[in-house]
T-cell receptor, first 114, second 111 residues
């Protein structure tokens, strides 16, 4: 899967806790995307980031969700005060960013809210 | 609203059969169409299609795009049990990096 690394792979949180998901893109890739997949559904775009910038967050819920891609370190997707409906697989993807390139996905982080 | 629709949603065939998976789309500014295979974890890239009528082939898998009729098909010949997976179709929008995914086709190959 072209080296996109996500952790943790599985995360269990109680309602009201915070979930923090990390993504290290393929080496050399400067563009990171987060997608969410609910059970038995396709992937839904959440946010697109470049280093230190959020480019498109049109798929991100307005409250409780935030994402960052700092100059150093992995991209972080943060979900505050989790609810049962946040239970899903969260996939990170990366690309070099130039036109026509392919987007490669990580293995995903499975969040379960109990 | 940009939309990608896959059919069928589910397909069960016997090993050795040939299958055709369909993907139709309605998007504002089409850039490319991608096919992924998902086996309980990360979607694995299969094909990227940008031009109409040019078949892309990889082993027993092939795919073609029709930009006039706004659809693509993914063919798998001589299916094997290892082909069992969810096949995802996604469209990349011009001027935006995000992918719009269909709901997937769950393919099951029985021995």
């Amino acid at each position: 899967n072209a080296g996109v690394m996500q952790n943790p792979r599985h995360l269990v949180r109680r309602r009201g806790q915070e979930a923090r998901l990390r993504c290290s893109p393929v080496k050399g890739h400067s563009h990171v995307y987060w997608y969410r997949q609910l059970p038995e559904e396709g992937l839904k775009f959440m946010v697109y980031l470049q280093k230190e910038n959020i480019i498109d967050e049109s798929g991100m819920p307005k409250e409780r969700f935030s994402a960052e891609f700092p100059k150093e370190g992995p991209s972080i997707l943060r979900i505050q005060q989790v609810v049962r409906g946040d239970s899903a697989a969260y996939f990170c993807a990366s690309s070099p960013g130039y036109s026509g390139n392919t987007i490669y996905f990580g293995e995903g982080s499975w969040l379960t809210v109990v | 609203e940009d939309k990608v629709v896959q059919s069928p949603l589910s397909l069960v065939v016997h090993e050795g059969d040939t299958v055709t998976l369909n993907c139709s789309y309605e998007v504002t500014n089409f850039r490319s169409l991608l096919w992924y295979k998902q086996e309980k974890k990360a979607p694995t890239f299969l094909f990227m299609l940008t031009s109409s009528g040019i078949e892309k082939k990889s082993g027993r898998l092939s795919s073609i795009l029709d930009k006039k009729e706004l659809f693509s098909i993914l063919n798998i010949t001589a299916t094997q049990t290892g082909d069992s997976a969810v096949y995802l179709c996604a469209v990349q929008i011009q001027g935006a990096q995000k992918l719009v995914f269909g709901q997937g086709t769950r393919l099951t190959i029985n021995p």
